[in-house]
């Protein structure tokens, strides 16, 4: 199963039952009077985020849903039976917006949340509905009322309190297998990572989840490379280590370039805390390593971290100021096992 993170769908609530023109109609009794029953209520759309999903990918080869129809009424004052919803079970951080994919109309961030995306359409009256003192035998019922259609989107940005950013190649899938059971994979060339992968780290007993998303280039926002599509899944977190490769040409180009796609992307994510470090530093010489770090230190403004994923130099300390910032939240079982599900990789 691979990861899906958007997806478009089709729904539509019941409409509602029509109602009934009757009258009663027994031996013995002269008058019976009207006796027609209203028509039912149709189903309602609504969507559920439920433990357990870890991806969109159900909706890849069902696009189309709808709600069950109201009964229509009958005679002898039976009312139709309502029409049943039907529940679209989504993960927890999915978003849903209009056909225009820019008016948002729910935010799922806990579990067990419901949305009634649309309403079923009312059942029509009866005739027994119309009985007054002066109409004594109505012969008129009422239609139901259509329900409701729309195209949606639906786009899952994922749960995690830290996220990993920079160009490709500079050691994020490598930081995080050495941090967390995940197990991305590693190679020696660019957008190795394709889809965004999790991992639950702990550092010195406090637990949190790490986002690594793929790489970005320059004109990412334009779509180039694999686009910056992705962004969206370090939006709810914290905090950004933005990792910079010590053997790349420039570490203070590396920086700003990953520094203006994020910017251009929005999503307030320049606003966010950004932890930045040098990585690779074991294939780097010693000089190398002290004009790449100055070259970081004046573009960032600021003393980036020293480490090394390959051999674990300067990790621990990494992980320590990303938990120091995000505190003392414990790690929920939904987090744990969406970090630690196989569907991260493709």
Not at 85 to 108: A, N, S
Not at 123 to 138: C, I, L, Q, V
Not at 151 to 168: F, M, N
Request: with cysteine; net charge positive.
């Amino acid at each position: 199963m691979k990861f899906l993170d958007e997806a478009k769908v089709y729904i539509r609530s019941g409409d509602g039952g029509n109602g009934c023109v009757a009258f009663r109609r027994e031996k013995f009794i002269e008058f019976g009077g009207p006796s027609g029953g209203n028509g039912g209520r149709g189903g309602d759309v609504v969507i559920e985020a439920v433990d357990g999903l870890n991806t969109l990918i159900d909706y890849r080869y069902q696009q189309h849903f709808k709600a069950e129809r109201g009964v229509n009424g009958m005679g002898k004052d039976r009312h139709g039976a309502n029409g049943k919803p039907i529940v679209l079970k989504v993960p927890v951080g999915t978003q849903v917006f209009d056909e225009d994919k820019e008016t948002l109309l729910h935010d799922f961030t806990t579990l067990r949340e419901k949305f009634v995306l649309a309403q079923g359409g009312n059942g029509g009256f009866g005739n027994a509905h119309f009985k007054s003192s002066t109409n004594r035998a109505p012969r008129n019922a009422n239609p139901g009322q259509p329900g409701e259609e729309r195209w949606i989107w639906l786009r899952l940005k994922l749960i995690a309190d830290a996220g990993l950013v920079g160009l490709p190649n500079a050691g994020k899938s490598t930081f995080l297998a050495a941090v967390s059971a995940a197990r991305p994979k590693i190679a020696d060339y660019p957008f190795t990572t394709l889809h965004p992968q999790l991992g639950v780290v702990n550092a010195d007993g406090r637990e949190f989840v790490l986002a690594d998303i793929p790489g970005l280039i320059e004109g990412a926002h334009e779509g180039a490379g694999l686009g910056d599509r992705f962004l969206g899944h370090v939006e709810r977190c914290r905090v950004l280590l933005h990792l910079v490769d010590a053997t790349s040409e420039h570490a203070g180009k590396a920086y700003k370039t990953v520094r203006a796609e994020l910017e251009a992307y929005g999503g307030s994510l320049t606003e966010k805390t950004e932890i930045v470090a040098l990585n690779k530093i074991d294939a780097v010489d010693a000089d190398t390593l002290k004009k790449q770090k100055d070259r970081l230190k004046r573009a960032a403004k600021k003393t980036p971290l020293l480490l090394s994923g390959a051999t674990g130099t300067g990790v621990k300390q990494a992980l320590r100021a990303l938990a120091d910032i995000i505190g003392d939240k414990q790690v929920t079982s939904k987090a744990k096992r969406a970090a630690e599900a196989e569907p991260w990789t493709a």
